[in-house]
């Protein structure tokens, strides 16, 4: 009788420990999530009080006080490419994460099909004029830098594609995970800086790069890991919350929340010493 019984509860509890390990990865995305909008909101504001607001006094020099070619009074095609780039950074970086919320997407499900094509555009314009801006204009770091970069870059467009043909198929469960690695990639720059104020939080400072240069195998690392790394993380998420055992959504959950008390360490430093002060 206890034998039979204590057979019987076995499936029971491998039940409750699959809720709790799907609950605890839900909440695990959900953590994840609300640290991004905010981070990423932060990084909007910055872009249209630094850049917008520069331009919409006429002192469009006010742009190279943090980047290394703003505004260059001999180049205009250049500054317009790099004005086409801030804008729409700015538009991604505010209209982005709305795209994920589900409640927008099952109440306004025209508002999001119309902010899902404007984010598409903007997110392949600011990559080509971002390979512009490496290649014909020049920018900050090294060859290395610049290739990881320009990876990022061509995976947007990839992704972009990707997203667009999946929903034309109407192959919506597929079309969710190519715009999650769309959001992903869009992100890369942002989890660069958000990635680098991290490192030199736990650092005390500089560490693994020259400061003068901005070069050095911690940048050539990040370039690369800015978008390989949460797409890695996405995979094993979509993994663990698709087939995945309790194991397997408990331990993403875990690295999950690890990364994500990172991230959200990453961006309020970035915010404190990067965004707040140009606000
Ligand atoms: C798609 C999302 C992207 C966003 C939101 C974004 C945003 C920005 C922002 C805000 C700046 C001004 C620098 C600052 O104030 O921090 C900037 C500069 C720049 N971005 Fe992007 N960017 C994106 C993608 C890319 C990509 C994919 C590339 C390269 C292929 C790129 C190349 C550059 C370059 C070269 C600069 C100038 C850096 C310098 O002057 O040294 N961006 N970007």
Redesign the pocket.
């Known amino acids: 009788m206890t034998s039979t019984l204590s057979i019987d509860a076995a499936p029971a509890r491998r039940r409750t420990r699959h809720a709790w390990a799907a609950r605890a990865l839900d909440a695990a995305a959900r953590f994840w999530f609300a640290a991004t909008v905010f981070g990423q909101l932060v ?1 909007g504001a ?2 249209v009080s ?2 917008g607001g520069a331009a919409a006094a006429g002192n469009f020099n006010g742009w190279n006080k ?5 505004f260059v009074r001999a180049d205009p095609a250049g500054n317009i490419v ?1 004005a086409a ?2 804008l729409l ?1 700015a538009v ?2 505010l209209g982005g994460a709305l795209q994920l919320v589900p409640r927008v997407r099952a109440r306004a499900p025209s508002f999001h099909r119309w902010n899902g094509r404007v984010y598409l555009v903007a ?1 392949v314009v ?2 080509l004029s ?2 512009y ?2 290649w014909f ?5 090294d060859i290395v830098q610049h290739v990881g ?2 990876m ?2 061509l995976l ?1 467009v990839a992704c972009a594609g990707m997203t667009v043909r999946r929903a034309l198929s109407r192959d919506f469960a597929a079309h969710r995970r190519w715009a999650l690695r769309l959001f992903l990639c ?5 989890f660069f ?1 958000v990635g680098l104020m991290f490192w030199l939080a736990v650092n005390g400072g500089p560490a693994g790069f020259d400061v003068d240069t901005f070069t050095g195998p911690f940048l050539s690392f990040l370039s690369f890991a800015q978008y390989l790394l949460p797409l890695a993380v996405l995979e094993l998420y979509l993994r663990a919350g698709g087939s995945g055992g309790a194991v397997a959504r408990g331990g993403t959950a875990l690295l999950l929340v690890a990364l994500s008390l990172a991230m959200t360490a990453g961006i309020l430093v970035a915010t404190m010493g990067m965004w707040w002060p140009h606000m």
Do not use: Q
């Open positions: 990084f910055y872009i630094l850049y943090v980047m290394t070619h703003g790099t780039h801030l950074a991604i970086m997110a600011t990559a971002g390979l801006m490496v204009r020049g920018a900050v770091g970069t320009s990022n870059a947007i869009v992100s890369g720059v942002w800086r």
